[in-house]
Nanobody, 128 residues
Framework: VQLQASGGGVVETGGSLRLSCVAS????????IGWFRQAPGKEREGVSC????????YYDESVKGRFTIVRDNAKNTVYLQMNSLKPEDTAVYYC??????????????????????WGQGTQVTVSS
């Protein structure tokens, strides 16, 4: 069971990036997927999350209206489209998967302890 996050890079303020989280060794459509980020000296924080069927999503207030999470289960991939990037978005971004969750409305998506598997992270740097 592996998750591979990619798509990070260096962009200017206002730019865009699309991160990908590809699963291998398991079928992604049975898993809830979350994106987290961790900036130097800070704790890992939840950015977004998408349900197994893609119909339900969560976004942190800091990224609402700028980031969009979608999944393509046929490609075993979840994407995080990031627009209007800001310097404070600079961090290592991780994707994570969880198989069983509480009912969606009770799921604490931004608690890293609630996830079973993690990708290795991809660096996003937004220059001012």
């Amino acid at each position: 069971v592996q998750l591979q996050a990619s798509g990070g890079g260096v962009v200017e303020t206002g730019g865009s990036l699309r991160l990908s989280c590809v699963a291998s060794g398991f079928t992604l459509d049975r898993w809830t997927i979350g994106w987290f980020r961790q900036a130097p000296g800070k704790e890992r924080e939840g950015v977004s999350c998408i349900s197994k069927d893609g119909r339900s999503t969560y976004y942190d207030e800091s990224v609402k209206g700028r980031f969009t999470i979608v999944r393509d289960n046929a490609k075993n991939t979840v994407y995080l489209q990031m627009n209007s990037l800001k310097p404070e978005d600079t961090a290592v971004y991780y994707c994570a998967a969880v198989f069983r969750i509480r009912p969606w409305r009770y799921f604490d998506y931004d608690n890293p302890a609630n996830y079973d598997h993690w990708g290795q992270g991809t660096q996003v740097t937004v220059s001012s």
